[in-house]
């Protein structure tokens, strides 16, 4: 089965498919402005669905669950269930380090591909692919129960109470760039109190550290 029925879309122009698996490191006729192109095409379809289902949402739950459905981490799984990653075009380097497993990688591309699918066939057909990649995800959803993440809960229990907000150091990334992990602190002036967190992204690291101090504010 050729790569664009696996894809759900079979491209009038073969070369749009190519260049959206070539990563930088392959050559200059890379992704990167497709993937600029298809990261807003994800976030326009996604919220468009949510809109349309979650007819008493406002718009600070539409904006979280749209937040969680195309993050990093949720793209890379799409990306997975397409074997996108046995697909892509890598430089010598990126397929030694095990660039095709990288969520970062794999989330670019995916994007690279709905920024191809676009261009090649229009918005409609585009929609019409996509969107059932984020079928389940949007099914599984509590309908406007979307939690906001520890970072956001923890700056709005500070604001709550004029308190400053907190400071975000990396301490430590260690590891190969493919399996990297990060360590960051999270410090309180007021009310005083530090915690650490790990995460496979700085970003993740600094959400498990916000989620370690706000348990320490709820217990104390």
Known sequence: MAAA?????RFADPGLLRQALTHRSAGPQHNERLEF??????????????????TRADE???????????????????ARSLRIGERLHLGPGELKSGGHRRDSILADALEAVVGAIYLDAGFEACKAVVLPWFEPAIATLPVGKVGKDAKTRLQEWLQGRQYPLPVYTLIEAIGEDHDKLFRVRCELSRPECACEGEGSSRRAAEQAAAERVLALLEDS
Do not use: P
């Not at 029925?5 to 879309?9: A, I, P, R, S």
């Not at 192109?37 to 979650?54: F, H």
């Open 5 to 9: 029925d696996v894809f759900g879309h």
């Open 60 to 78: 600070g739950t539409l904006t979280r669950a749209r937040a969680h459905l195309v993050c990093e981490a949720s793209l890379a799984d799409i």
């Open 37 to 54: 192109l298809g990261d807003s095409l994800v976030n326009l379809i996604v919220a468009e669905a949510l809109y349309t289902r979650w």
